[in-house]
């Protein structure tokens, strides 16, 4: 079955790094789009990135863009999201998903991982 | 694309019926997806396309709806689904959620 295990979050500083990764199995890696979901505690769903299946084309919300990067290794069955200049704001559970369709909608969760940025 | 998602919480004996709304700042025409988060778990699709249901989901819940309007209704509730549910579009881009509507234990 699809399982999606992510990995990399913590506690970092505002203006400090983390990079996310997530590993894919159970299904061809390659033929889905992936996308990064985050959820502030006890706040809603915030789509933050997606990536195409060959990894040509990324696509970031406003919020992110500028400070993140996704990528994927099709090779390891992985995707990944370097997080920079860090806010507090950023704070949250970070999902990592698979997508149906260009990015349409996701099928498929991770259980995710919290990434807390404070001083 | 704005969605609002009403009521913010509903409370349900089990057995009953949920009647769960989102609405959408423009048209987006069946492009609206819905999840099902319960606390502690990630969400899990539930209805894509507006009324298809995805792969295991029981056949209590369904959805509608196109334009602007949808609807999620769960026909007769079970305690397994009392949890968070967000409305998802597709239409546009940035892709967007509804703040979600919370079913309660009546």
């Known amino acids: 079955q699809v399982q999606l295990v992510e990995s990399g979050g913590g506690l970092v500083r505002p203006g400090g790094s983390l990079r996310l990764s997530c590993a894919a199995s159970g299904f061809t890696f390659s033929d889905f789009y992936m996308s990064w979901i985050r959820q502030a505690p006890g706040k809603g769903l915030e789509w933050v990135s997606h990536i195409s299946n060959p990894g040509g084309t990324t696509s970031y919300a406003d919020s992110v863009k500028g400070r993140f990067i996704i990528s994927r290794d099709n090779a390891n069955n992985s995707v990944f999201l370097q997080m920079n200049s860090l806010r507090p704001e950023d704070t949250g559970f970070y999902f990592c998903?698979?997508?149906?369709?260009?990015?349409?909608?996701?099928?498929?969760w991770g259980q995710g991982t919290l990434v807390t940025v404070s001083s | 694309i704005v969605l609002t998602q009403s009521p913010a919480t509903l409370s349900v004996s089990p057995g009953e019926r949920a009647t769960l709304s989102c609405r959408a700042t423009?048209?987006?025409?069946?492009?609206l997806a819905w999840y099902q988060q319960i606390p502690g778990q990630p969400p899990r699709l539930l209805i894509y396309?507006?009324?298809t249901r995805a792969t295991g989901i029981p056949a209590r819940f369904s959805g509608s709806g196109s334009g602007t309007e949808f609807t999620l209704t769960i026909s007769s509730l079970k305690s397994e689904d009392f949890a968070v549910y967000y409305c998802q579009q597709f239409n546009n881009w940035p892709r967007t959620f509804g703040q979600g509507t919370k079913v309660g234990i009546k």
């Open positions: 998903a698979r997508d149906i369709g260009a990015g349409w909608y996701a099928d498929s």
């Open positions: 423009q048209s987006i025409s069946r492009n």
């Open positions: 396309g507006a009324s």
